[in-house]
């Protein structure tokens, strides 16, 4: 499994956030440590807009192989998929990848490993494995539309059906379907992540959150 990290200077909801201090740290290197301790891991790929950022990676990790981005896919329009594309099209090795990305300082090494485990034992069964939190709470959708309960019949939370977040933790999938499929397939394996874990760097107090639980943690 080969491991792909985008990275950009600008961050338009958390300015700076990339290099900004998390625990003593730039908050990019967490995710680094994560994968540089996994066995399974083979190789790890930084894909990036900026040299700073490029050089401030490679002083703690000297061995992480980084791509810089063409004038094309540059900016906040581009999406996931056209970033993998692109490195794709660069590393010719490997044949199974895993996306994630620096906004999730408390993903475990050993979920990581846990799930490229079935990621290969379900392959090709399930085209795609996707991170995902799972939620039993009571949703509606922008017109006030009951999505997931009626709310003429209370029942307990843990009896309603649940509904699954994408947290943008991790994203696996092969050289091969990937023109197919992108990094989310038609069929992915939905593998669940517990709500502090995969706590993703969005919002201010999204950092403020993060960080206070690695405090508490190693504590």
Request: aromatic share 12%.
């Amino acid at each position: 499994m080969i491991a792909i990290v985008p990275m950009k200077a600008v961050s338009e909801r958390v300015p700076g956030k990339n290099m900004r201090e998390f625990n003593g740290k730039p908050l990019f290197y967490w995710i680094f440590k994560t994968l540089h301790k996994s066995k399974l891991i083979s190789e790890v790929i930084l894909t990036t807009d900026n040299v700073d950022l490029a050089d401030k990676v490679w002083q703690y990790f000297p061995n992480v192989k980084i791509y810089f981005r063409p004038k094309h896919l540059l900016g906040n329009h581009i999406t996931a998929n056209a970033l993998i594309e692109h490195v794709l099209e660069q590393h010719e090795k490997g044949q199974h990848f895993l996306y994630t990305h620096s906004t999730n300082p408390l993903l475990k090494t050993e979920t990581i490993d846990s799930a490229i485990k079935v990621y290969h034992e379900l392959f090709p069964i399930y085209d795609t494995l996707l991170g995902v939190t799972k939620h039993q709470i009571r949703l509606y959708d922008q017109y006030g539309t009951p999505m997931n309960h009626d709310p003429r019949v209370i029942v307990p939370s843990q009896e309603l059906k649940p509904v699954f977040e994408d947290n943008s933790n991790m994203y696996m999938f092969s050289r091969e379907l990937f023109p197919k499929t992108g990094r989310v397939g038609a069929n992915p394996y939905l593998f669940e992540i517990n709500k502090l874990e995969s706590i993703d760097i969005d919002y201010e107090e999204d950092f403020i959150l993060a960080e206070r639980i690695m405090q508490i943690n190693e504590d």
